[in-house]
């Protein structure tokens, strides 16, 4: 098993940016395709970037591509979303998520997530 804790999430202003952090912990976590998912109010949660074990292999959802960038470190057991050019759209708490089969899922853990507010 897998435990992750996100952390980053804020009030922004339109066109913004930040970055989130999950830090997971165990000594498994190079074993682990990792995620990003968010849910917006009265919305499901939807993926957003699905992270390979090495980190080379990375796949967006269209909505964030060219705007988000995944990441991770797996000397430090952190995976990072770095979230530029940020509109009211992008409101939503933001999940960290492991898995052991495909970029886009499913994924078997995840964290508590992150509340990103972005003010237009």
């Known amino acids: 098993q897998v435990q992750l804790v996100e952390s980053g999430g804020g009030l922004v202003q339109a066109g913004g940016s930040l970055r989130l952090s999950c830090a997971a912990s165990g000594r498994t976590f190079r074993s682990y395709i990792m995620g990003w998912f968010r849910q917006a109010p009265g919305k499901e949660r939807e993926f957003v970037v699905g992270i390979s074990r090495s980190g080379y292999s990375i796949h967006y959802a269209d909505s964030v591509k060219g705007r988000f960038t995944g990441s991770r470190d797996n000397a430090k057991n952190t995976v990072y979303l770095e979230m530029n050019n940020l509109n009211p759209e992008d409101t939503a708490v933001y999940y960290c998520?492991?898995?052991?089969?495909?970029?886009?899922?499913?994924?078997?853990?995840w964290g508590q997530g992150t509340q990103v507010t972005v003010s237009s």
């Open positions: 998520a492991a898995g052991n089969t495909e970029l886009v899922g499913p994924y078997d853990y």
